[in-house]
């Protein structure tokens, strides 16, 4: 970024990058929800998770309970703001599939809602200067506001431009970096930007909807704010990237710990989905072999996996094959 009037991201993909994408990439495979209902509440589950742990690392002092309760429309105590930010925070996410993350008309809109009834400059960039303070100590100068709208413009055409040259987990990490960087607004700057996270990976695998990684985020919120400040001081977005790919592998193993234990699939019937993944073709005494498990024992959990909807036959025994579901 040499050129202040213009962004250009810069970052470099490790190898330790690429093996948490593969991570990243099974652990969605192995995520199966087959049941409605039950897609239903894990997605109203994720969405409070989220909502809540974004809005409290900007200090939102509501409880998990108290975020539910008015996303289920109950009467809660609290401050009006703080219930508003809730409320602004739900319209947002439960209307999540209406925004098109490559527009910057979107992202605009998106910040009216956020921010519904606090700024009066809702919706627009601001236009005075910004910085972050550690006590009396500035720590970081955002970029004068007369370069944001080129900034903003840079970062939507970088995005539009790298769609399908760079992956989505790096590319929603790309976005979240230099878009604090550009500190586009006056407030709800953080709120926004993990809303496009989240935006980003839910348009490139639905599956996301079931995946709270504010909550990951929230959890880890120090080392947050540290990797977003090395990134400033290194002049790259490496640091980011590292830090937003173990909260989504991680926010994604914890959900599918739960969901396969929902559905109550064993150790071996899920390495029985990898396999099949891997070689669709593959017999029962190679996933004997493989297993180290009896004929038998591959037969009873292959049914299991049938009875589950989650995997079926196609074509006879000799010369068919296996289909994930």
């Known amino acids: 970024m040499e050129n202040i009037n213009t962004l250009k991201p810069i970052f470099y993909i490790t190898d330790n990058n690429k093996k948490y994408i593969k991570d990243i990439e ?40 108290s975020v539910e309760n008015i996303v289920d429309k109950n009467p809660v105590l609290g401050s009006r703001k703080e219930i508003q930010e809730v409320k602004n925070a ?17 992202l605009l809109k998106a910040h009216t809602l956020m921010m519904k009834y606090f700024e009066d ?43 399908k040259k760079i992956h989505p987990l790096i590319l929603s990490a790309l976005f979240h970096y230099y878009f604090v ?38 959890l880890r919120r120090q080392e947050y704010y540290d990797s977003i400040s090395q990134c400033h001081i290194n002049g790259n977005a490496n640091v980011f990237i590292d830090f937003l790919l173990t909260c989504i592998n991680s926010s994604l193993e914890k ?12 150790k071996n019937q899920r390495k029985i989905i990898e396999l099949i993944k891997e070689n669709a073709k593959i017999t029962r005494n ?6 180290n498990i009896t004929p038998d024992g591959v037969k009873y959990n292959l049914k299991k996996l049938v009875d589950n909807d989650i995997i079926e036959r196609i074509g006879p025994n000799n010369g068919g094959y296996w289909q994930v579901k």
């Not at 903003?152 to 431009?161: C, P």
């Open 26 to 65: 099974k652990k969605l495979e192995l995520l199966i929800i087959n049941d409605t209902d039950k897609k239903r509440r894990l997605q109203t589950k994720s969405k409070v998770r989220s909502i809540y742990s974004s809005l409290a690392i900007e200090a939102n002092s509501l409880s998990l309970k």
């Open 90 to 106: 739900n319209e947002l996410y439960e209307h999540i599939k209406e925004y098109d993350w490559k527009s910057e008309k979107d």
């Open 121 to 163: 400059d809702n919706s627009y960039y601001r236009t005075h200067g910004e910085g972050i303070k550690r006590g009396k100590k500035i720590i970081y100068s955002a970029p004068e506001s007369i370069l944001v709208p080129s900034l903003m413009k840079n970062l939507f055409e970088f995005m539009a431009d790298n769609e």
């Open 181 to 218: 960087y550009i500190h586009p607004f006056s407030d709800g700057n953080g709120r926004i930007a993990r809303f496009w996270v989240s935006l980003i990976l839910t348009n490139w695998n639905s599956k996301f909807e079931f995946i709270p990684i504010e909550e990951e985020i929230y």
């Open 255 to 266: 959900t599918t710990q739960k969901t396969t234990q929902t559905i109550k699939l064993s």
């Open 286 to 291: 190679e996933l004997a072999d493989t297993l």
